[in-house]
Each structure stands twice: as structure tokens, then as C-alpha cells.
């Protein structure tokens, strides 16, 4: 059913306050749940629920509020609930009107709202996050047109995998489910299979691979016991045989593949069969396992940062060169906005997409000087990447097969680009701040002697003056000083005096010191 829309409430609780009467309007979470347009979702995801029967659904922007905020901030499902209950600034952005002691769902029901809405349709939290950065001028349709796009990988949530690691595991899977379905095995080497497993970790550790690879044969002996003697068991039990289809499926290609063999049919992870181990010429790791993945940046640096522009899950390790024009076009679609140019690495040579807009790293021909500068910003992707890898879910993905790796995906790019609005927006508020507050006071004319403190020009507890001590050593340097923390700006001094620039502290408070003598 159809989840249902809160109720306004036009008069007021004698015995409950509203929440936009306890958190500071300032705050940028409470500015960002403004610049959010949550009928957005509401019209995009109601028609996936039935009309008039079932329980009614939970309320979208409840459940969209609780991922933007999990992928903002890098949290699990248990942790962004557990937040939920505590921050009245993440119920408020959550859509909640008073303050609410107990928690409107089940960690479960994330997972459940994610197969609902599914990877495709979630594209619409990219788009909205873009739409939002514009309304707050974080960036402006301009940076749309010229992107820069490269591939990484998104590593999965496995164990590295290992011959005696997979065997062992495979022998876990087919006795739980016997039991559970009540077969009796000849033998199930439960006890002899997690030693045989032990003795090849330290064989292969003490430098003695033969006798390590003794022990994997043995672990591969029994496994292939074990799946003959439950293949003759089900044979008659029609519901046996589709309970234990899957895994049987698994363990038959494990039992297959050796270990030379290469290509997206080697099996790296039994509760994973999707991973793929992929070389991307680290030097702290020559190997990722995970799935391929392709991001489209900005090129110019916005006021707000780096967005991402567009992003998609790529299974089957394809060539960067065969997934050009889908990223381009999904990109045009996200955005609305046609590109102009798309800077690339090498590894794109031979792709599929239009030539004549997309330019290469080393390439010679059509080069303008605009060309040339843009394309020295294509390395700027990597450390985009490099921070939805650490502060978001990038980095290791816990979602559930391909469906999973797609859907990590594009809500990790949505929650890097409301990191870097969140982040606009606390400084321009205190910068709008220092612009009401600053008082007009006169400016002594700088010189190379230090400044006595009652000519200080500052207010509140921020003071900038230079010391005796260090005007000797440094005659160029001035100091901004806070509580005992002195930050030294390589900046020369002037005697004539400048026309004055009102900076903010960080906290709200206004500095006023003359314009082209302060940097932050």
C-alpha cells in the first residue's frame, strides 16, 4: 500500500514542541532538507507500491533522508538508525514535525526498500543531489558541460579467496542445507575439513607449498564426496532439488575451474559468485575483488567542489573503452545538460563514443590552449574517488550481488556530492553572518613594527598581531592568533592602508583587517 503523507498540523501541541523550534535554522542539515525537493520521490516511487492492500508502506522521505544521510556520513544501516534516535537534526531532515522517542522502523526495512525502489529509479537521488547543489549555487549548469569520466573498482565485501578457504566454505554451505532439510550424509568433514584448511594456512605460511597443496587436494577429495552423495539423495524430492540448485551450481563450477584458469566464469567467493578480481596496477595491491565501476566528475572545480555527475555499475569487467557512450548518455540524462567535451585516459583508446568530444590523455591533434588546460584537471578525478572510497561506501560494499554493486554505487556518488553541499553551506552562512556583523572600526596603517593590543581589529576572542619576537626574525610575516594556536600567512606588509574585507572566523564571529593582507 501506498505509504501515507504526514498530516498537517496547524495547531500547535500544548505538552510537545516542534522540532523547527528546537534546532538552530542555521544548521546546515536543517539548510539542506530546504534545498531538497522531497516531492521529488514521493511522485517517483509511489506508483511502486499497491493501492489498497497491504500495510502501508513507510513514508519516502523517512527512508530517503535515513540513506542520504548513511552514504553522507559513511554509517550502516544499524548505526544511521541508532543516530535517528538521537539527533532531533536527523529526524527534522528525515521530515519528522516533533521529536520521536522510538524508531518508526526496522533496520530491515532499509534493505527491503532498496530491492523495492532498485538501482534504476535510485538514479533519482544523483540528479535531485545535483538539482540541490544548484539551488544553493554550490555549482551552476555550466560545470555540466565538460566532465571527466574514469573507471575504478568497487571491492566486495570477501575474504581473499584461497583454494583451501573456497573447499572449506563449499563443505559449510552443503551441510547446513542438508540438515535443514533433513539428509542424512554418509560423512558430513566438518572437523576434518576445517584442520586440513588450518594445516594449509601454516604449511603455506612456514614456506612448504607441496605439502600445503596436499592438504587442498584432500579438502577438493572431500567436497566432491560430499556433493556426489547429496546429488543421489535429492534425486526424488523435487523441493530438495530446488532448495539446493543454486548451491550445488557453485560448487560444481569450484570443483571445475583450476587454477590457471582466467575469465569472468572463475568463481572467487560462494556467497558472491559476481566478484572478479581485477588488476589495476596499485602498488599496495596489484588485485582488487570486486566489480567495475564508472564515474563521470565535473572538470572545472565548482564553488562547492567536485561533483559526481553520473555513475554505473560495470559486471563483467568490460573494456573502459566499450562503456564510454553509455556513461555519456547517462550523464546527459542525470543532468539534463548535453556535454561538450569528456576528458579520458588512455585507457579509453578505441571507445565507442563520439570522437570529435572526447579528448585523450597524451592525445596531439585538436589541441587549443582551453583544451590543454582542462585536460591537466583529468587527474583531479582521483582524489573524488579516492573520498567516496574512505567517507562513503565505495571502498568496500556490503549490498547483496550485482543489483547490490549498483545500488552502492549511486547512492555513494549522492552522498558525496551532499557532503560537499553540506559543507558549502556551514561557511557561506558564516561568511553572510560576518557581512551583518562586522563593526566599522578604524584601521591602523600596517608597518613593520608590531601592533600594541589595544589597536587590536578583530572582534571576539580572534586577534591578529605580531609579536616582538618573531617581527625580528619574520619583518614580513603576520599572525593570526586564537586561544594558544598561532597560523603564520606568508604575506608582505604595507605601510599605506587598504580598503577594509570582513572575513568570518569559522564560528560566526567577523574579522576586519585590510583587503589583500588576509587569506584563508
Known amino acids: 500500500m501506498r505509504p501515507k503523507q504526514p498530516k498537517a498540523e496547524p495547531q500547535e501541541d500544548l505538552f510537545r514542541a516542534r522540532l523547527e523550534n528546537l534546532v538552530d535554522p542555521r544548521h546546515p542539515l536543517v539548510r539542506l532538507a530546504k534545498l531538497i525537493d522531497w516531492g521529488r520521490f514521493v511522485a517517483a516511487f509511489g506508483p511502486l507500491y499497491t493501492e489498497a492492500s497491504g500495510r502501508p508502506g513507510l513514508p519516502t522521505r523517512l527512508m530517503v533522508g535515513l540513506h542520504l544521510l548513511r552514504h553522507m556520513d559513511g554509517l550502516s544501516d544499524e548505526a544511521i538508525c541508532a543516530r535517528y534516535l538521537d539527533s532531533p537534526y536527523v529526524q527534522l531532515f528525515c521530515g519528522e514535525t516533533y521529536f520521536q522517542h522510538a524508531l518508526p522502523l526496522d533496520r530491515s526495512s532499509m534493505t527491503r526498500w532498496r530491492r523495492r525502489i532498485g538501482p534504476e529509479r535510485l538514479d533519482l537521488l544523483l ?55 533433513g539428509i542424512r550424509l554418509r560423512q558430513s568433514y566438518l572437523r576434518v575439513a576445517r584442520r586440513a584448511k588450518r594445516e594449509a594456512a601454516k604449511l603455506m605460511y612456514s614456506g612448504r607449498p607441496r605439502q600445503a597443496e596436499r592438504q587442498v587436494r584432500q579438502l577438493r577429495t572431500w567436497l566432491g564426496r560430499l556433493f556426489r552423495d547429496i546429488g ?92 564510454l557512450a553509455a556513461q555519456i548518455t547517462q550523464t546527459e540524462r542525470i543532468t539534463g545538460v548535453e556535454i561538450e567535451r569528456a576528458y579520458v585516459d588512455r585507457g579509453y583508446r578505441g571507445h565507442d563514443a563520439d570522437r570529435a568530444r572526447v579528448i585523450l590523455s597524451g592525445q596531439k591533434r585538436g589541441l587549443t590552449p582551453t583544451i590543454r588546460r582542462e585536460r ?25 550481488g550485482a543489483e547490490g554493486d549498483a545500488t552502492n554505487l549511486i547512492l555513494a556518488a549522492a552522498g558525496h556530492n551532499l557532503r560537499l553541499l553540506r559543507a558549502w553551506l556551514a561557511p557561506l552562512l558564516a561568511f553572510l553572518l560576518s557581512l551583518l556583523v562586522a563593526p566599522a572600526r578604524p584601521v591602523q596603517p600596517l608597518s613593520h613594527e608590531p601592533w600594541p593590543p589595544e589597536n587590536r581589529i578583530v572582534h571576539g576572542r580572534l586577534a591578529v598581531m605580531v609579536s616582538r619576537s618573531s617581527a625580528r626574525r619574520r619583518p614580513f610575516r603576520w599572525a593570526t592568533q586564537r586561544a594558544h594556536t598561532t597560523h603564520w600567512i606568508r604575506r608582505p606588509l604595507h605601510s599605506q592602508t587598504k580598503p577594509l574585507a570582513a572575513v568570518s572566523d569559522g564560528e560566526g564571529r567577523a574579522l576586519t583587517c585590510p583587503a589583500n593582507q588576509f587569506s584563508q
Do not use: W
Open 127 to 181: 540528479a535531485e543531489s545535483l538539482a540541490a547543489a544548484q539551488r544553493g549555487g554550490a555549482v551552476e549548469e555550466k560545470h555540466f558541460r565538460r566532465v571527466t569520466i574514469d573507471t575504478t573498482v568497487q571491492p566486495k565485501a570477501v575474504t581473499h579467496p584461497t583454494d583451501s578457504k573456497l573447499l572449506h566454505r563449499g563443505i559449510e554451505i552443503l551441510v547446513r542445507l542438508a540438515r535443514g532439510h
Open 232 to 323: 543421489r539423495k535429492i534425486a526424488g524430492n523435487p523441493t530438495a532439488k530446488a532448495a539446493f540448485a543454486g548451491p550445488l551450481e557453485l560448487v560444481r563450477r569450484r570443483l571445475r575451474q583450476r587454477r590457471e584458469d582466467r575469465g569472468p566464469d572463475k568463481l572467487y567467493s560462494l556467497h558472491a559468485s559476481e566478484v572478479e578480481c581485477i588488476g589495476k596496477g596499485k602498488a599496495h595491491a596489484h588485485f582488487e575483488f570486486g566489480g567495475k565501476v564508472s564515474i563521470a566528475t565535473t572538470n572545472a572545480l565548482a564553488p562547492g567542489g567536485q561533483f559526481v555527475l553520473g555513475a554505473r555499475s560495470l559486471p563483467g569487467n568490460p573494456y573502459d573503452g566499450h562503456t
Open 376 to 400: 591537466r584537471r583529468r587527474n583531479a578525478i582521483e582524489p573524488v574517488i579516492g573520498h567516496m572510497k574512505s567517507d562513503g561506501h565505495l571502498g568496500r560494499n556490503f549490498l547483496l
